[in-house]
């Protein structure tokens, strides 16, 4: 993204006027102005998420029962472990569900502050990734929530020795909220290659350089962000993350030679 303030640009004669190599919206704007324009987006998205939040505490009772019937296939009590941990589990239930609800609003908010910044080729590649990206993001929520977590839960939960789980239902379902988002972000991968390349940031033979390390980082990750000792799932998340990874280089190739046509042909 190119930086829409007016700060070392050559041409421009004060503030709030086009600036004549930017980008064709592109305004000289003080810092303050800058800031303003921030804060009123994120305004907008807070108004947003909390107006989400307080519709969906209504119905965060049914929503945490129903989810926590669907993880543990079998009798699992919930237990909380003290006074205020049922609200904070219905208040993060609400928050996320108000998230992925108010997610394209939140993408369209943060984009209209960019957009000023930004080229026409580059708005026309945002138009099309990000609502694509939005779906790639449900699918891998989707694959961990409905495929993924029950079965790993079923494991934790077996009896061994007469032995009966006690689980605390704002821990577990924090546990389960990270395990869904690493999914969704692991699906973003191969559209953020997709950019990236296409705009000349990256190339396939920086992802295959990198890979080893970007897996290293995402085994330690998910090591913190699960409560699995058993290291089971995160090597579930690392393998979606290898296939992510590995689909973007390929696509990272095919971008590069769009690219590298487009330029020859004009």
Known sequence: MKDSGGEGKQGSKGANTASTYGPPEDIDMELTEHIAELRKRLTRIIVALVAGLIVLFNFSDTLIKELWNYLFRTNVPMVAFSPTEWIMARLAVSFVLSFCILYPYI?????????????????????????FSY??????????????????????????LGARPFLSVKRTLYSAFKVIL????????????????????????????????????????????TLDFTGFSQLVVLAVVVVM???????????????IEEEFGH
Request: glycine share 4%.
């Open 245 to 259: 990874y590995e689909i973007s280089i390929q696509i990272a190739k095919v971008m590069e030679r769009e690219r």
């Open 182 to 225: 690493a999914f969704g972000l692991a699906f973003q991968i191969p559209v953020l290659a997709a950019i990236a390349a296409r705009l000349g940031l990256i190339n396939a033979k920086w992802l295959k350089e990198k890979r080893l390390i970007v897996y290293i980082i995402v085994f330690l990750l998910a090591t913190n962000v």
């Open 135 to 160: 779906v790639l993001f449900l699918t891998g929520a989707a694959l961990a929530l409905f495929v993924v977590l029950p079965r790993i839960y079923e494991l934790f939960v077996r009896g061994y």
């Open 107 to 131: 993408v369209y908010e943060l984009y209209l502050f960019a957009k000023p910044g930004l080229y026409e080729h580059e708005r026309k590649f945002l138009k099309l990734f990000l609502p």
